[in-house]
């Protein structure tokens, strides 16, 4: 029931964690293998090589908010992601390379590797590097000289748009490449929280990434807005607690979902809880397949 698509991919289940979330360590996405109640796994964002990321604390749960986080890319480096096997669950690799010409390092070294790819134009954490999915001449440059390394089509994981022009122009610009999967949306990037006890800044690094319940109507517009100009397959992010939250989701055509936020808060035993919740949803509502809700193939 729950079976889908992700770049050309079939999974079993459309429910799976969010790059940064438990999965730096092959300890971590040991642990998401063998849960039961995922479909796929991703690892954390990699570069070229390992980083220990910024100063903590460097992320923050706030009740009734959500989250905020800026890890600064921690990583094992890109060779320790594709070291690791997990032949059966699809083991997508993120990568997040601080320039051009790292990205073309690291993508022409997964030619020789079976994993989706999702490449992460959207970490906004990193001083200095400003999110290439904000500028459509670097986004295009970037996806240009990739492909020509790395015939193979892969994903991308967008940072959030707030324009229906950006809309537009980021999807004529995805639409000229092989690209398989979209992911929306990475966190709302540069956001600030003062905790009250101390008046100072919630997070060692001030400005994070803002997830979880607050992010979800973003997220939500995201997935429908690029649905309507995209024919890849859309994976949600953002804001995902309940099975409620995952129909929502597969309504504006996403055909599978990522947890962040619920993950960290909950544990692994997020997945069976809300896997179990979109059973029931998709039972009362009469659906038997996840393309039925998403109506797109
Ligand atoms: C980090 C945060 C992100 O949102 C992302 O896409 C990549 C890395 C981080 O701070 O580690």
């Known amino acids: 029931m729950l079976e889908t698509q992700i770049g050309g991919r079939t999974i079993k289940n459309c429910i799976y964690n969010a790059s940064g979330v438990n999965c730096i360590t092959k300890d971590d996405l040991d642990q998401l293998y063998t849960c039961e109640w995922t479909g796929a796994m991703v690892s954390k964002s990699c570069t070229l090589e390992p980083r220990t990321g910024n100063q903590c604390p460097r992320y923050a749960y706030i009740p009734g908010l959500g989250s905020?986080?800026?890890?600064?890319?921690?990583?094992?480096?890109?060779?320790?992601?594709?070291?690791?096997?997990?032949?059966?669950?699809?083991?997508?690799?993120?990568?997040?390379?601080?320039?051009?010409?790292?990205?073309?390092?690291?993508?022409?070294?997964?030619?020789?590797?079976?994993?989706?790819?999702?490449?992460?134009?959207?970490?906004?954490?990193?001083?200095?590097?400003?999110?290439?999915?904000?500028?459509?001449?670097?986004?295009?440059?970037?996806?240009?000289?990739?492909?020509?390394?790395?015939?193979?089509?892969?994903?991308?994981?967008?940072?959030?748009?707030?324009?229906?022009?950006?809309?537009?122009?980021?999807?004529?610009?995805?639409?000229?490449?092989?690209?398989?999967?979209?992911?929306?949306?990475?966190?709302?990037?540069?956001?600030?929280?003062?905790?009250?006890?101390?008046?100072?800044?919630?997070?060692?690094?001030?400005?994070?990434?803002?997830?979880?319940?607050?992010?979800?109507?973003?997220?939500?517009?995201?997935?429908?807005?690029?649905?309507?100009?995209?024919?890849?397959?859309?994976?949600?992010c953002g804001g995902i607690s309940t099975g409620r939250d995952v129909y929502d989701y597969m309504l504006c055509g996403a055909s599978a979902c990522q947890i962040g936020t619920r993950l960290q808060e909950e544990g692994l035993g997020c997945f069976k809880r809300i896997t179990t919740e979109l059973i029931d949803i998709l039972e009362q509502k009469g659906y038997n397949t996840i393309a039925d809700i998403t109506d797109r193939r």
């Open 68 to 236: 905020i986080n800026s890890s600064g890319l921690p990583n094992m480096g890109y060779k320790y992601y594709s070291e690791l096997s997990y032949p059966e669950k699809e083991y997508i690799i993120s990568v997040a390379g601080l320039t051009l010409q790292d990205n073309l390092t690291i993508f022409d070294h997964y030619n020789s590797y079976n994993n989706l790819i999702e490449f992460n134009l959207s970490c906004p954490n990193i001083k200095g590097k400003p999110q290439v999915g904000y500028s459509s001449s670097t986004m295009t440059e970037y996806l240009r000289k990739i492909s020509e390394v790395y015939p193979k089509p892969f994903g991308l994981k967008l940072p959030p748009y707030f324009d229906i022009s950006h809309f537009d122009r980021t999807a004529d610009i995805i639409n000229e490449f092989n690209i398989s999967f979209i992911t929306c949306i990475n966190s709302i990037g540069n956001g600030l929280v003062i905790d009250p006890l101390t008046d100072q800044p919630i997070i060692k690094p001030i400005y994070g990434g803002l997830g979880g319940p607050s992010c979800k109507a973003t997220g939500l517009a995201n997935v429908k807005l690029f649905s309507e100009r995209l024919n890849t397959n859309i994976i949600g």
